[in-house]
């Protein structure tokens, strides 16, 4: 085996490890905010969510953080705001 073949398998580890953790943090709900603080979904007001899912979808090229997408569609949808 290279040395590419040993990065490249870090990085795919690395991937799936990343994305299991965001997946894992959707399903808890706990939102982690630019100032570091933590908030439930449950606990974000209607803007603060949209703006959020629109903050992801520019920001995020890989749809790592779809699973927050979806988490945050689905408290909207809870709410009858979707």
Not at 49 to 61: G, L, S
């Amino acid at each position: 085996m290279s040395m590419y073949d040993d990065i490249r398998d870090e990085i795919v580890i690395d991937d799936l490890v990343t994305r299991q953790q965001v997946e894992l943090n959707a399903m808890r709900g706990f939102w982690k905010m630019r100032d570091g603080k933590k908030i439930h979904v449950s606990d974000m007001s209607e803007s603060h969510i949209r703006n959020t899912i629109k903050f992801i979808q520019k920001v995020d090229h890989t749809d790592l953080y779809l699973p927050w997408i979806t988490r945050f569609e689905n408290e909207l949808r809870e709410r009858g705001l979707e």
